[in-house]
């Protein structure tokens, strides 16, 4: 007798990505666990070599003594110092930084700091923008000059912070954020999520969220997506910060403990399983994932509205739920008929037409015990 092997974690699941910096990285995370993975890059990021912002930051940093610089990402600090060099400033960018009190927000600044042969002074365990604004607070910031390494967009809270506390600020914008030089991916995207064809959306940085949600505003699907992050598809995000702007909608979000890319995609996949129904109907076992469900051990992939009413009978298993209630259950509504139409492709995606009956007159129910 053989048996089948075991299903991977996220085999039936869908996953949507608009991280523009190492989408790949996380999709194949989420893949190497069973996901399917569709991008949808929200954002892309341009570095700003030729700046003339950049370029005037670091010659008002050079033409005066700083006393504090803060690196806020590895990515930005290392891409500060290409600059300097391309504009023939390298080394006496490094020398002024070497007399500063270095900040480092999290691991991959202090591995940046050091791999340009400097020495960072403080790190917050947290790795967070809060935590080192405080210590920066606490140690006393009046008359100092304060350098910011700034990540793709503004911080005013942080930056207005420590103005308010007396310190001079000089903002190092290295990169910026932009639309998608395509938005059709991310169109296409949201189109999926709203179809119910998404079942996760992993976010690796504020601005992704905000572009996605700009998108679904320029384009009257703002209220739907908000509705369909807030009810059905599992939103995680890698901090508090990178949350904030769905947070401001009410958005719930799972969040890992550490800041991490691999943390994120179990963050991902405990949650996933978490919310995984499970049951006995015709004596069978079902588990139901978001694309697919698992019958005694095999798995069925079932489509988008045949899903819906499958997850609408398994909320009160043994219920009767009439034809308008599963109605409303599809992600695209539509008429009654719609309905006998998903329930004949989950009869056949479950491969058992017994596991759902039909109740003359009434509705629909699941074949279990009573």
Not at 139 to 159: D, K, M, N, T, W
Not at 201 to 218: D, E, G, V
Not at 346 to 355: A, H, Y
Request: glycine share 10%.
């Amino acid at each position: 007798m053989t048996t089948s092997p075991p299903v991977p974690t996220l085999a039936g699941y869908a996953i949507g990505i608009t991280a523009a910096r190492r989408a790949d990285e996380l999709g194949a995370l989420l893949v190497r666990k069973g996901a399917t993975v569709r991008y949808g890059p929200a954002i892309r990021i341009v570095p700003l070599a030729d700046d003339t912002e950049l370029h005037a930051a670091t010659t008002g940093l050079l033409d005066e003594p700083v006393d504090v610089v803060v690196a806020t990402t590895g990515i930005g600090f290392r891409g500060w110092i290409e600059a300097a060099e391309g504009w023939g400033l390298g080394e006496e960018l490094l020398d002024r930084l070497g007399k500063a009190t270095l900040l480092a927000r999290g691991p991959k600044a202090r591995g940046a700091i050091r791999a340009a042969g400097l020495q960072e002074q403080y790190s917050p365990v947290s790795e967070s923008n809060a935590e080192l604004l405080q210590h920066l607070l606490d140690s006393g910031v009046a008359g100092q000059r304060v350098a910011v390494q700034l990540h793709g967009e503004p911080l005013p809270y942080f930056v207005d912070s420590l103005r308010a506390a007396g310190a001079e600020v000089i903002e190092v914008p290295v990169y910026r954020w932009v639309g998608p030089a395509d938005p059709g991916p991310l169109d296409r995207l949201l189109d999926a999520v709203l179809d119910g064809a998404i079942d996760a959306m992993p976010f690796t940085s504020a601005p992704a969220a905000a572009s996605m949600l700009a998108m679904a505003k320029r384009t009257s699907r703002h209220a739907p997506l908000v509705n369909a992050l807030t009810h059905r598809v599992l939103v995680a995000c890698v901090g508090p910060i990178t949350a904030a702007p769905l947070a401001a909608l009410g958005v719930p979000t799972v969040q890992p403990e550490r800041a991490r890319i691999g943390a994120l995609a179990r963050t991902v996949a405990q949650s996933l399983m978490e919310r995984s129904p499970r049951l006995c109907a015709a004596g069978r076992q079902i588990e139901l994932r978001g694309q697919a469900a698992i019958v005694d051990g095999q798995l069925c992939e079932v489509a988008p509205a045949p899903m819906a009413v499958l997850r609408a009978l398994a909320r009160e298993p043994g219920r009767v739920v009439s034809r308008r209630e599963l109605t409303a259950a599809l992600p695209s509504g539509g008429e009654e008929h719609a309905v006998e139409t998903a329930i004949g492709r989950l009869r056949t995606s479950l491969g058992e037409g017994k596991l759902v009956q039909t109740v003359v007159k009434r509705g629909y129910r699941l074949a279990v015990d009573r």
